[in-house]
């Protein structure tokens, strides 16, 4: 988190319960019930880029430059390798569809199965995302445009260095002059259930980064005083 610094007149506002009814969401519910947190934590992340837009990171990025010059982007995706989309730095305008998509996913669905179990293995986000856009939605990795607006047909996706920074499929840490952020894959889902605490990083910019949301699961002890 030292290298958040790196991002000069952002602002950080906590996410808590006050900010999300739990009990909104039988995703969520069911989720948190069952002790699956980072299952509930995917939801949240889709309603935030949606209903507020701005840029979710997990808290084992490490970042590299400030996004100030993807601020106009109507959403900011990128791969993590050749097969999936990078699921741990998305960005979105208030309001882009493309998450409006996601959400309607899930809010169509339980997260346990009919017979109340939790299906082996859960659907988790980077599955859910691009299995919903490849549906409505071409994929288009021939990247040409540094500002990519949403068309209602492509989604233009940023190369793997741009935010993952790791080669595939040795996972080295592979810095280019256009890459942004290091994922570093911390495995950051870890403690109880009343240690989830959610952080929104919010920044007075352009279209897309008003705010900075970023999610993370971990124990009271970690954690400290709120």
């Known amino acids: 988190m030292e290298s958040w610094k790196k991002l000069r007149g952002y602002e950080f506002i906590l996410w808590n319960f006050d900010r999300f009814d739990e009990n909104s969401s039988v995703w969520v519910k069911q989720a948190f019930d069952a002790k699956k947190y980072a299952f509930a934590a995917d939801y949240i992340r889709a309603f935030a880029l949606y209903n507020y837009g701005g840029i979710y990171m997990d808290m084992d990025v490490e970042v590299i430059k400030p996004f100030d010059d993807l601020l106009d982007n109507d959403y900011l995706l990128a791969e993590e390798n050749p097969f999936g989309l990078e699921a741990g730095i998305m960005g ?8 409006k998509d996601v959400l309607d996913w899930y809010n169509a669905r339980h997260f ?20 919903v ?10 990247w040409k445009t540094k500002s990519p607006k949403f068309d209602g047909k492509t989604i233009y996706i940023y190369p793997w260095y741009y935010f993952t920074s790791r080669d595939y499929p040795f996972r080295d840490i592979v810095v280019k ?3 942004y952020t290091i994922h570093h894959f911390a495995g950051s889902w870890i403690g109880s259930r009343k240690g989830l605490k ?6 007075l910019g352009k279209k897309i980064t008003r705010k900075i949301i970023l999610l993370k699961h971990i124990n009271d002890k970690d954690w400290g005083n709120d």
């Open 92 to 99: 979105a305008s208030k309001g882009c569809p493309l998450f």
């Open 112 to 131: 346990l199965d009919k017979d109340g179990k939790i299906p082996s293995p859960p659907p988790n986000m980077p599955k859910v995302i691009q299995s």
């Open 133 to 142: 856009w490849k549906e409505k939605y071409e994929l288009c990795r021939d």
């Open 177 to 179: 002059p256009e890459s």
């Open 198 to 203: 959610f952080w929104i990083k919010q920044i």
